[in-house]
């Protein structure tokens, strides 16, 4: 039975974080949120937003499995989030292709063809160069095929982590604004986080912290190898008719979104902590753009944003209960696919912190593997 008196802090008003108190505000859990900035103001309110379980970059290995169930959670969510708060998440069916110029490109995305075989509820298919510029004649006519898949959504971040957190709130989330400087415990027991000269008491703390989280290994005594990916998006106003399709080639995408802008991207940068945007990668982005939509030419440049990615040394999550304490939970490393994996986060790290149980397979994810 879920004890619904436990005090429960959360660092990070990321996705993760958020969905975590969404999660157990459902159970009857009131948690206590605590961001530096404000909710939504990295990766996550930042993101590119397109979600796809079988084909999203760094969705692989025992990640497909916590993808799968995400994207169930993300489709219960497009519903019930715009019913509990009004905020309208743009979510929205939106099918994938994705470019081929290389045999290897063709072998890749045949296999990930079979892999969609396993969702028979969504059309995919090969195209070749004919079939692709009769869908979409601006793709560059350089393309020798691609593959074309359904099931796959986009939705817009910002809003999408603005509803989560104000139906966290209607569950009883408390959000602070503060920044955490360590953690209590009496023996391996958390009993409570440093917040400035204040200590709040807690039975149980969750290190939601994203590309950050590694600043608390000082507070637990363990590694937590996680460091920030930077990522570049272009937002265009382009000419011609919207694009129907979300076009994809080598982990570069562009798409028309409901705001009328096409969105294009990404970089990944090893570069610290710095989030300022950059000419060259302006340049690159609109290049690999170019190589897949040469009429994007002409367009014009609206907004170029950038963010932090949570990145582990092995690319994957950091996930359960932290080794050697008893009430401290890490929920972080989601990378490029964080937006895709968030809810699914938020849902396992709510049942450790209830039940001591996740709900899905996370063995892959333990944090152990870095202390050894």
Known sequence: MVDSTMDVVIVG??????????YLGKQG????????????????GFAYGGLGALDGVGVHGPTQ?????????????????????????EFRERPGIALCYTDDEIRTAKANLRLREKQ???????????????MEPRISPDAIGAAYA?????????????AMAQAAEGLGTTIRHGTVTGIKKQGDRVTGV?????????DAVVIAMGPWSGFASEWLGIPIDVTPLKGQ??????????????????????????????????????????????????????????????????????QQTACLRPVASDKLMVLGRAPGWEGVYLATGGARSGIILGPAIGQ???????????????????????VA
Request: with cysteine; net charge negative; aromatic share 8%.
């Open 65 to 89: 499995t916590i993808a799968t169930a995400s994207m169930r959670l993300h489709r219960d969510l497009a519903v019930s989030l715009p019913e509990e708060t009004g905020i309208n998440t």
């Open 120 to 134: 028979p509820e969504y059309e995919c298919r090969w195209l070749d160069r004919d079939e692709l510029l009769a």
């Open 348 to 370: 396992i790290t709510a049942g450790l912190v209830t039940t001591g149980e996740s709900p899905l397979p996370i063995e892959a994810f333990d944090a152990a593997r870095f």
């Open 233 to 302: 998006i272009l937002r265009l106003r382009a000419p011609g008719a919207p694009y129907r399709y979300s076009v994809g080639w080598d982990g570069h995408y562009a798409t028309t979104k409901p705001d009328g802008l096409v969105w294009a991207g990404t970089t990944e940068e090893k570069v610290g902590f710095d989030e300022q945007t950059t000419v060259s990668a302006r340049d690159r982005i609109m290049g690999e753009l170019l190589r897949m939509l040469p009429s994007l030419a002409d367009a014009q440049l609206v």
């Open 150 to 162: 359904e099931g796959t959504v986009d939705l817009e971040p910002y809003r999408f982590i603005l």
């Open 29 to 44: 859990v009131r948690s206590t949120v605590i961001e530096r900035d404000a909710v939504g103001s990295h990766a996550s």
């Open 194 to 202: 440093l917040l400035g000269d204040e200590e709040i008491s807690c």
């Open 13 to 22: 008003g990321g996705l993760a974080g958020i969905a975590t108190a969404y």
